[in-house]
């Protein structure tokens, strides 16, 4: 087992920030203190009836919600963290379409009570569950529902964590033939601080001492493991493989990045709101999320882990070259990724090319 860039030893500060993203995910409460207090915090995604109503019943009950999705809802003054000041009477269901889920909305049903200060306690919140892959909207109240086992974190490492996916530890590895690539071989890493595990498939045998083709592949549930035809990332994902060991070798990272990085969960909340009108982008930045959230530290260590130095990547993203080379890889040539053009991918794709930048290399299917 191998560590790199992870020599220090981890602060308590970051370990009870992970901690608290976790209880978080699992649909717990956290409790945020400082000098003025403290508030407790709950995902809007795992909210229901029941724990809502304990929740006004203690009193005060705020929603926050991302600058991003403010300006969807007519506050665009926000510029860190908005903050909706609840009524008591205020329905689960209500709530979740503030949030941005169910149907698309092209007004707001009543005046909104926004908060006109920065809160600090709201902004170290929203900072922390952006490191976490879940919908950016929260409630915030004075009093914990539950009695006991309730995490507390300081308002100040909420907002001082960052999520280290440059940190990886490297588990195992093992000979995979595939069906268009016989010799292959997979290395998994793991981030030290979190839980999501990437893969480095090395095919065919790539001469190391030359720039080396590189696919650096985002995770997609839907596209590569389902065939799914509304994005071309499954297709990207095998004809990489398959050129690969056509023409020699080279290096696949696979990293856990889900729907731009947002997650899989709200990758089908875009989708459902894409069906109701909206193209990729805008069913991201309706649900509060920026319009790419990936991050690339994790695949610029496991080149450094296989001693690669050199790439040229396979990519149609100009962003990803960019992205790389902020963080030290030596991109010396772009290779085009193919995807074909089918009733469901169309627009897709023209909202890559025409919003996103990407370069056109399509063929009609």
Not at 14 to 39: F, K, P, Y
Not at 183 to 192: D, G, I, W, Y
């Amino acid at each position: 087992m191998s560590h790199f860039r992870n020599t220090r030893v981890d602060s308590d500060r970051n370990l009870d920030a992970e901690r608290c993203i976790v209880e978080l995910q699992r649909g717990r409460e956290v409790t945020l203190v400082d000098d003025n207090g403290l508030c407790t915090i709950r995902l809007v995604e795992t909210l229901d009836a029941t724990t809502l109503k304990h929740i006004t019943e203690t009193g005060d009950c705020k929603l926050l919600l991302s600058p991003m999705r403010a300006q969807v809802l007519g506050g665009s003054g926000q510029t860190q963290a908005a903050v909706i000041n609840l009524p008591a009477s205020t329905r689960l269901a209500r709530i979740l379409s503030l949030a941005g889920l169910g149907p698309l909305q092209s007004d707001v049903e009543e005046p909104l009570n926004w908060q006109p200060q920065e809160d600090a306690r709201a902004t170290a919140a929203l900072r922390l569950i952006q490191q976490a892959a879940v919908l950016p909207a929260l409630l915030l109240y004075t009093q914990p529902v539950s009695d006991r086992g309730v995490l507390q974190l300081s308002v100040t490492s909420a907002y001082a964590y960052r999520a280290d996916t440059a940190s990886l530890i490297e588990l195992s590895c093992a000979q995979v033939p595939l069906a268009t690539a016989d010799h292959t071989s997979l290395r998994v890493f793991r981030e030290a601080h979190g839980t999501a595990e990437h893969v480095a498939m090395t095919v065919g045998t790539p001469d190391m001492s030359k720039p080396v083709d590189v696919r650096v592949h985002s995770s997609c549930f839907t596209g590569d493991i389902m065939g799914s035809l509304k994005c071309d990332c499954g297709e990207q994902l095998q004809g990489a493989i398959a050129t690969m060991a056509r023409t020699g070798g080279g290096v696949l990272l696979y990293i856990s990045q889900e729907g731009r990085g947002i997650g899989l969960a709200s990758k089908l909340r875009a989708y459902q709101l894409q069906a109701q009108g909206l193209d990729t982008i805008e069913a991201n930045q309706y649900l509060g999320f920026s319009a790419d959230a990936r991050r690339y530290q994790a695949a610029a260590t496991m080149l450094r882990a296989l001693n690669i130095r050199q790439i040229r990547l396979i990519t149609n993203n100009p962003e990803k070259i960019d992205a790389l080379r902020s963080e030290g890889i030596d991109v010396v040539a772009r290779l085009p990724s193919v995807a074909t053009v089918n009733v469901h991918n169309a627009r897709y794709l023209e909202t890559k090319r025409e919003r996103s930048g990407h370069l056109s290399m399509e063929s009609v299917g």
